[in-house]
């Protein structure tokens, strides 16, 4: 679901700028050892996953489905938080900031993603894509923590902004499911035990 989720922000976030200018692509494949630009981005806009984050407080959830007297016993999902970068990689630096813009000024408009609100192209390895919601907020590092991101990334800094996506379900279909049933009554009788 990470890349289903990350194709569908490409897609509406193209759907708002005229033409296609963003890409998922890796950010520090754009880039060549010696800092040099590789121009492998066919695009203007580079969105690159940086990190994942599980979201334990939602491990609180009841793991157990009761249908009729049946329970099904299943392992918790995976609650991920993504941390996206969006990074202008135009060689005109005005331009590069006019496209930073125009990435936060879509996300203040629309920040919540569902499936009935967003279009993307549902074909290949889109069609599995059902239920989905997440939301996406601006992600402030500090200047050490900037740092320290563009030199894992290979070094040369482009203008970006980056975004925390909330709240991705992972879950296998095919799951193994213990059954057990109901505890419908109790059976409060005490037995006389003689010793």
Do not use: C
């Not at 040099?36 to 407080?57: C, G, H, P």
């Not at 997440?134 to 975004?163: C, D, R």
């Not at 109901?182 to 059976?187: A, H």
Request: proline share 2%.
């Amino acid at each position: 679901m990470i890349y289903e989720v990350l194709q569908v922000i490409t897609e509406e976030v193209n759907s708002y700028f005229e033409g296609n200018p963003v890409s998922l692509e890796n950010i520090a494949t754009v880039m060549d050892s010696d800092g040099n630009d590789n121009q492998n981005t066919t695009t203007d806009i580079v969105l690159s996953l940086l990190n994942m984050q599980e979201e334990f407080a939602m491990k609180n959830i009841s793991n157990n489905y009761s249908t009729g007297t049946t329970v099904d016993y299943r392992n918790h999902k995976v609650n991920l938080n993504l941390y996206v970068l969006f990074s202008a990689t135009n060689a005109l630096y005005t331009e590069a900031l006019k496209g930073v813009s125009k990435i936060i000024e879509f996300f203040q408009g629309k920040s919540v993603f569902t499936q009935a609100n967003s279009s993307f192209i549902r074909e290949g390895d889109m069609m599995d894509v059902e239920d989905f919601r997440f939301s996406i907020s601006l992600y402030t590092p500090t200047f050490e923590e900037l740092n320290f991101i563009w030199g894992t990334l290979g070094g040369k800094q482009y203008p970006s902004v980056l975004y925390k996506v909330s709240l991705i379900e992972l879950e296998r279909k095919d799951v193994g499911v213990e059954r057990g049933s109901l505890i419908t009554e109790i059976d409060n009788q005490l037995k006389n035990i003689e010793s």
